[in-house]
C-alpha cells in the first residue's frame, strides 16, 4: 500500500495565484503532500488579503508581481480565470518557479506549445491537474488495458454531464468571453473527459467532429454569452476505435457526472467519477464489479490507494496525490506515469480548438499531434476490414 512520503525533498513553499474554490483545494493538497502554502496573489490587495486568510496562507502579496519575485516561493499555483493562465504560467517560469496550472492550460494552441516549450528550456516541472486519472480505479482501468486485458480497442463513450447552469443563479469570470476564452463548458470540464479518455486508453484522439449548442444567451445578469452550454463529439482514435463524447452544464440532477466506457474486442470496463471506488467490468463470462481491494490492484493503482477497501476515497484524494507526485518531480524524482504535464494540457487545449472548430465547420476536424510521452503505453490497435470505411 502506497504510504505518506518520508523522503528528505525539502518541504516545497508554494505560492498560490488566485482565491476561488479550486485555490481552496490546491491550499488543502498542498499541505498534504508536505508543502507549505506561503503566500496568495488574487485581483486586488484586498481580496489576496482575504483569500491568505481563509486559506491559511503565510501572507497576502500585494500583486502577482511581488509573488514572483520572493525567491522563497518554489512553486507557483495558477488557479485564476482561464484566460489569464498563460500569461502567469510564462511569468512564473521566467521567474525559475515549477509551476502547477489549472486547466485549460491556455486558451490557445500556440500558447500551449510555447508555455510546453518554456517548461522544457528551464528545465522546470509543469503540471495541469487531470486529477481524475488519479482515482486509483482509473488507473486500474488503464492499467487492463494496456496489458492487452480488454484485447483490441474497438469504441470509446463518455460523458460530463453538470446541472449548475440551470440550477444556481450565480455569475462571475465564466461570463467574461476574454476571461473564458472561445470555449466554455468543453474547456471546461470537457477538457478533463478528453484527458481521461486518453489517458485510459493509451490512445490519442485524433480527429473530431462535433456539434455545440448555447441554451442560455445570457448570464444570470444579463451578460451575453456566446459561448457553449453542451457539446456533442463523435471522435476518432489512433489505431481506428471510435466514439462519442458528451459534455453537459444543462442536465438536472447531474452534479459532477463523469464518466467512460472503454470497449475492445475482450472486455468492457467502465469507470464513474461519483462513484470511485470500483470498476464495472465485462467480458464474454458476464458482468461484474471489480472493487478497490489493493491486493488485487495493479502495482500503480496499489499505490495510490491509500485506505483499506470499504473506505471510501475521492476528489481531494486524488487531488492530493497529484500535487505531492508534482512536487516530487519538482525535487527530481522519475515522473509518476499519472502525472499530467503541459504536454497533456496542451493536448486538450488542441481537442477543445477542435471542438470549437467542427462546430463552426459543421465537418470533421483532425487535431494537432502533441507527441505522446516516452511512457505512453500503447494498447493494441482495432484491426480493419479491407476496403472498410471509416468515419
Known amino acids: 500500500m502506497w504510504t505518506a512520503d518520508t523522503s528528505p525533498r525539502p518541504a ?19 499541505r498534504a503532500a508536505g508543502g507549505a502554502l506561503h503566500g496568495v496573489a488574487s485581483s486586488s490587495p484586498e481580496r489576496a488579503r482575504t483569500a491568505a486568510r481563509d486559506l491559511g496562507a503565510a501572507r497576502a502579496y500585494a500583486s502577482v508581481d511581488d509573488l514572483l519575485a520572493d525567491d522563497d516561493v518554489t512553486v507557483v499555483h495558477v488557479c485564476s480565470p482561464n484566460g489569464t493562465h498563460a500569461g502567469y504560467a510564462e511569468a512564473a517560469l521566467e521567474a525559475g518557479k515549477h509551476v502547477i496550472c489549472e486547466k485549460p492550460l491556455t486558451v490557445d494552441p500556440d ?9 522544457a528550456a528551464r528545465g522546470l516541472t509543469a503540471t495541469v491537474p ?18 492487452g486485458g480488454l484485447g483490441a480497442l474497438v469504441g470509446v463513450r463518455g460523458a460530463y ?15 467574461l468571453p476574454a476571461a473564458t476564452g ?36 445570457r448570464s444570470p445578469q444579463g451578460r451575453p454569452l456566446t459561448t457553449e452550454d453542451l457539446a456533442a463529439l463523435v471522435v476518432e482514435l489512433d489505431g481506428g ?43 464474454k463470462t458476464g458482468e461484474r464489479r471489480i472493487p478497490r481491494d489493493t491486493p488485487h490492484l495493479s502495482a500503480e493503482a496499489a499505490r495510490l490507494s491509500i485506505l483499506p477497501a470499504g473506505h471510501p476515497m475521492g476528489y481531494q484524494d486524488a487531488f492530493n496525490a497529484f500535487v505531492r507526485d508534482s512536487y516530487d518531480a519538482a525535487a527530481g524524482a522519475p ?39 516516452p511512457t505512453t503505453p500503447q494498447h ?12
Not at 470497449?263 to 465485462?282: C, H, I, K, M, R
Request: aromatic content about 8%; overall charge negative.
Open 182 to 217: 472561445p470555449s466554455r463548458a468543453f474547456g471546461d470540464i470537457g477538457s478533463h473527459l478528453g484527458d481521461l479518455v486518453e489517458f485510459v486508453s493509451g490512445r490519442r484522439i485524433t480527429r473530431v467532429n462535433a456539434v455545440t449548442r448555447t441554451v442560455h444567451d
Open 161 to 175: 454531464l453538470q446541472e449548475w447552469r440551470l440550477a444556481y443563479d450565480e455569475d462571475g469570470w465564466w461570463s
Open 111 to 119: 500558447q500551449g506549445a510555447a508555455l510546453l516549450a518554456l517548461a
Open 380 to 391: 493494441p490497435a482495432v484491426q480493419h476490414t479491407e476496403g472498410a470505411p471509416t468515419p
Open 335 to 373: 515522473p509518476r506515469p499519472e502525472l499530467p504535464t503541459f504536454r497533456d494540457g496542451l493536448a486538450m487545449v488542441r481537442l477543445t480548438a477542435a471542438v470549437v472548430a467542427s462546430a463552426a465547420s459543421g465537418t470533421w476536424t483532425d487535431i494537432a499531434e502533441t507527441p505522446p510521452a
Open 241 to 283: 476505435a471510435i466514439g462519442s463524447l458528451m459534455v453537459s452544464q444543462m442536465a438536472f440532477g447531474r452534479k459532477n457526472h463523469l464518466f467512460l466506457e472503454v470497449s475492445g474486442t475482450d472486455a468492457n470496463v467502465l469507470f464513474e467519477q461519483e462513484n470511485p471506488n470500483a470498476l464495472w467490468y465485462a467480458d
Open 130 to 147: 487531470f486529477v481524475y486519472r488519479y482515482h486509483p480505479m482509473a488507473v486500474e482501468a488503464r492499467a487492463r488495458a494496456a496489458a
Open 12 to 30: 516545497p513553499r508554494a505560492g498560490i495565484i488566485g482565491g476561488g474554490f479550486i485555490a481552496a483545494v490546491h491550499a488543502r493538497a498542498v
